[in-house]
């Protein structure tokens, strides 16, 4: 069976002590343990049986964290993190980002949605990292230049009034 992918964005309240802790709740393996010097740090476990790596990506330049979820039971972590844990959608990430009165909240908003954007096979969409993170584990976040973006997610990403 072909292996797959999915990355879980976590709200901001979410500590990386409360990722230690469902790691230990969900009985995963660590691996390796990031190097928190680091201005990005990763920390991957894998499943009992190995068949699917969790790796916690502390990102501090955006501040943003996720889980790349990679393997047989993709689907099956995935909903245990999202049980477990708040995490954005893409829906609330663009809701938060249209209501958001504060720049900051507008910004994390904006950075929820880069990394909850599903991978589009759309040839105007960048393979590249729109964040810069295309070192990082899993799909680079993917953006689309000005011509891609309908008015609205225009709007939201420049400050500018519709």
Request: one cysteine or more; hydrophobic letters at 40%; glycine letters at 6%.
């Amino acid at each position: 069976m072909p292996s797959s992918a999915t990355r879980i964005v976590l709200r901001q309240h979410v500590t990386d002590d409360d990722v230690q802790g469902v790691a230990w709740d969900l009985d995963w393996n660590a691996i390796s343990v990031g190097d928190r010097k680091q201005a990005t740090w990763v920390d991957a476990w894998a499943t009992v049986d190995g068949a699917t790596s969790i790796h916690y990506v502390h990102d501090g330049p955006i501040g943003m964290r996720y889980f790349m979820v990679r393997g047989r039971d993709v689907v099956g972590v995935a909903q245990r993190i999202v049980d477990t844990c708040p995490t954005w959608t893409l829906a609330n990430a663009l809701d938060t980002a249209r209501l958001a009165t504060e720049r900051d909240d507008r910004l994390i908003a904006v950075y929820a949605m880069a990394l909850t954007a599903p991978d589009d096979p759309d040839p105007t969409v960048s393979s590249e990292a729109a964040l810069g993170k295309e070192e990082l584990p899993g799909p680079g976040v993917r953006t689309r230049d000005a011509r891609g973006l309908d008015k609205e997610s225009t709007a939201v990403l420049t400050h500018e009034e519709a």
